[in-house]
């Protein structure tokens, strides 16, 4: 049974960190090129990040350029998504998937005041 749990988020404070994380199973995860995308309230799946199947090349969308991190774990079948210097704008559920057929159920995250 293919799995992809994301944990991690909750409600922090705009300037705040998280670290989210990914787990996976029921497929070869290190195979795959994988992803973080994100849908913030009342707006459509915006994808963020990339991150190649050894790790070794990533892509960032502009608007977390210098601030979010992605990277892996392949040996834990982890993938990671570092936040840094968050805004109110990145609310949103968080996901983990390989833009093909592996989804995860998301992990909110809240930032305010």
């Known amino acids: 049974q293919v799995q992809l749990v994301e944990s991690g988020g909750g409600l922090v404070q705009p300037g705040g960190s998280l670290r989210l994380s990914c787990t996976a199973s029921?497929?070869?995860?290190?195979?795959?090129?994988m992803n973080w995308v994100r849908q913030a309230p009342g707006k459509g799946l915006e994808w963020i990040l990339s991150i190649s199947e050894p790790g070794d090349r990533t892509v960032y969308a502009d608007s977390v350029k210098g601030r979010f991190t992605i990277s892996r774990d392949n040996a834990k079948n982890t993938l990671f998504l570092q936040m840094n210097s968050l805004k109110p704008d990145d609310t949103a559920v968080y996901y983990c998937?390989?833009?093909?057929?592996?989804w995860g159920q998301g992990t909110p995250v809240t930032v305010s005041s």
């Open positions: 998937t390989n833009l093909q057929e592996y």
């Open positions: 029921g497929f070869r995860f290190r195979k795959y090129w």
